[in-house]
């Protein structure tokens, strides 16, 4: 092969010390999909020459990433009567490659009870390793392989502590579960949550591709999952992890997705857990469908009951002893926070206003005496986190002020509190998490992301046993699901969602997926006001923040009309970002792809629109053009535009009416958006919607 004559040629060889034998160039990785290219280990002189070599495009180092149910499902409206799942038999025999920490083979959420024979045309294999054999994939769980070539070239001297597909860290098990985790009867976290979990897409297949590891990750490592996922013939690839911000021709995930991309493969993303800062967006990749977090309609609760009789509703996952009984309140305004040590608690629930870091708080309250928290907040939406290693509650704006009343105004106040409540239908939900990540995005800011937000905070799903998820009182606890947080739990939903839309759709581009997916979300919570941003109360969530909105499955079924696109119209975007050749042959892995930069443009056909306007300057045009394509259930349809103000701008479309004669008919349109004073606020947004004349699609 190419790359083994060149890395054993007599110039490499000789570049070699030979007292040295680590300094040998050594491959680790030759990528048959994601780009022409290998990795190898190399030392500086190995480079030099190599860089000297004809065809030479780029060298790039390897670097790491990062990480970022029962009742999820109704909550998007996916029910057995109508619907996408019975539309698409639940995602039956669609096979979502899950690139992750690996996974736990013996979860009853990849058992293969009601799932069919494996696809013929499914090319991958189960991957023996370290408590891992072949024997333990099936007709759910379909593939398992692993990598950490990469990591253990950059890291020779380590021990890879469990060698195989099998996951240690939960992550990997937690997010396949999410995306398309069979029926599991019986699942809870210690009684919260209690019910039957199954994944959006209960029949679609997993492989799972292990790349990251306890010891480390490397990008060379994530190329290769991404590559074999590829070879074996996934239709999605779900990948909740992110890179740092960087130009798209550095990032492991937007190479190896452009290949999959070309290959009519969706990638689903997570959008990071860095916010709630503007410009934090990771996996800004205009190819990917890039999905943040959102808080739903359900509260774990401790009820919270005072002597007076007033009862509050605070959120908790407490999993101790279900209850306490009359127990003294403690409250001091120059230790409301908690965080130092107290004194004058022992044996009282303490009343702390709630910090950063929930645990140390209660481990301070709990290494002082105290037997139980109480956290007031200045928040309408509360959204809490594990680690409540004694009883603790977190109320609300408006319960926090009643509490605090109680306790300030009585003379000996006392509290009992319940704990493993779960409650549904809570308002106002959904709301944007606050530390999903905002865009705009650092590699490609004129593409606005993130695309959707999907159910993120307090998720629960199958969890490796070994592997604990709380302690009480320093007890570590053990369970079969976990309840989680992040970008990383919002993905696989929209993963599930896209392996849906595959397969009612099976000749959607993942263009066309992404498209239908967004022009269908929810941008109104369930008090019919808009979704609001839980970094503040009261605050709209704009698209930076949320993008299009809450992703619901039922009506991306049938969009009406997507906004397409193809490996040729990212290339012409990537030029215009004024990529060099090798670095955009980097991406796209053909040098003949620059041949395309003489019509580039920034103006992707996109279903969203974004704007960076100088407030110096009062006025300033910018225009957008867009093709869309008829995909109705109605071969003749005229949409209507309806437009919603932007203060400070005149929006007009052009034309404002789109007639289809036929399916797969296409009609192209121009946005412009004219600022004629200057903003008043940071971020303005409006809406841009296509009525079709029966006012079905919006």
């Known amino acids: 092969s190419w790359y083994d004559a060149i890395l054993s040629s007599e110039a490499f060889v000789s570049a070699a010390d030979e007292d040295v034998p680590a300094s040998a160039p050594k491959l680790v990785y ?62 039956k025999d669609i096979i979502i490659g899950v690139v992750d920490t690996g996974i736990w083979p013996e979860s009853e959420s990849f058992k293969d009870e009601g799932m069919v024979e494996i696809p013929k045309r499914w090319r991958g294999r189960c991957e023996q390793g370290v408590a891992f054999n072949s024997s333990m994939c099936n007709r759910k769980l379909i593939g398992a392989r692993y990598f950490n070539k990469g990591l ?12 195989s597909s099998r996951d240690t860290d939960g992550h990997g098990t937690y997010t396949a579960s999410t995306a398309a985790g069979n029926y599991a009867a019986n699942a809870s976290y210690f009684g919260y949550a209690t019910g039957t979990a199954r994944g959006v897409a209960p029949r679609a297949r997993i492989a799972s591709y292990k790349v990251f590891w306890s010891e480390g990750n490397t990008g060379s490592d994530i190329l290769a999952g991404v590559d074999q996922a590829i070879t074996d013939g996934v239709d999605v690839i779900s990948i909740s992890l992110s890179y740092d911000r960087g130009p798209l021709y550095k990032d492991a995930i937007a190479i190896a997705s452009f290949a999959a991309m070309e290959k009519g493969i969706l990638v689903s993303a997570s959008a990071g857990n860095t916010g709630p800062s503007f410009r934090t967006v990771r996996n800004g990749i205009p190819w990917i469908l890039t999905t943040g977090a959102s808080i739903i309609d359900r509260k774990f609760a401790g009820i919270v009951t005072l002597s007076n ?26 230790t409301s926070t908690c965080s130092l040590p107290l004194h004058h608690v022992k044996k009282k629930v303490v009343v702390c206003e709630l910090g950063d870091d929930l645990w140390l708080q209660t481990s301070r309250v709990a290494a002082s005496g105290g037997v139980g928290v109480l956290f007031v907040t200045n928040s309408k939406v509360v959204d809490i986190s594990k680690g409540m290693g004694i009883p603790t509650a977190v109320l609300n704006l408006k319960d926090s002020g009643r509490l605090k009343k109680y306790v300030t105004t009585s003379k000996h106040p006392t509290v009992s509190m319940k704990f493993l409540h779960t409650i549904t ?62 970008t990383s739990v919002a993905c696989p939903h929209a993963s599930g969602l896209a392996a849906l839309l595959k397969s009612v759709h099976p000749h959607w581009s993942p263009a066309a997926i992404r498209s239908a997916i967004m022009t269908t979300a929810d941008t109104l919570d369930n008090t019919g006001a808009p979704i609001q941003d839980s970094v503040s109360n009261d605050q709209i969530a704009s698209p930076l923040v949320m993008g299009s909105g809450q992703i619901s499955p039922n009506k991306a079924v049938d969009p009406g009309l997507v906004y397409d696109a193809d490996g040729r119209d990212y290339v012409r975007f990537l030029c215009a970002l004024n990529y060099t050749r090798e670095q955009l042959q980097t991406i796209t892995k053909n040098s003949e792809d620059y041949d395309l930069c003489r019509n580039s443009s920034l103006d992707l056909n996109y279903p969203s629109f974004i704007a960076f306007v100088d407030n110096v300057q009062s006025s300033g045009v910018h225009r957008f053009k867009r093709t869309v394509t008829n995909v109705g259930l109605r071969s003749s349809a005229t949409y209507t535009a309806k437009l919603t103000p932007m203060n400070g701008f005149k929006v007009t479309v052009v034309p404002d009416k789109l007639i289809f004669r036929r399916k797969k008919g296409k009609a192209t349109f121009t946005l412009t958006v004219e600022a004629n004073k200057p903003m008043d606020e940071p971020i303005i947004s409006g809406s841009l919607s296509w009525v079709d004349d029966q006012r079905k699609h919006v």
Request: charged share 15%; glycine share 8%; hydrophobic share 40%.
């Open 30 to 91: 030759a990528y048959d999909n994601v780009i022409s290219g290998f990795s190898a280990v190399l030392t500086e002189d190995h480079l030099e020459l190599l860089r000297n070599f004809p065809g030479f495009v780029a060298a790039y180092p390897d670097v790491a990433a990062v990480i970022d149910t029962t009742y999820t499902y109704k909550y998007l409206g996916l029910n057995h009567v109508s619907g996408i799942w019975p539309e698409s038999k639940y995602g």
């Open 152 to 163: 253990l070239a950059q890291y020779p001297n380590i021990t890879i502590s469990m060698n």
């Open 309 to 334: 009789g007033v009862t509050l509703i605070g959120s908790s996952l407490y999993v101790g002893n279900r209850s306490i009984r009359a127990v003294p309140l403690y409250f001091n305004r120059s």
């Open 425 to 486: 239908g809570t308002k106002p939900a959904p709301a944007v998490a606050k530390y999903s990540s905002r865009g705009p995005s650092f590699g490609s800011p004129t593409v606005l992301k993130p695309d959707v937000i999907a159910p993120g905070s307090l998720i629960l799903a199958a969890w490796p046993p070994p592997s604990f998820v709380t302690a009480v009182q320093r007890k570590p606890l053990f369970s079969s699901f976990d309840i989680g947080s992040g």
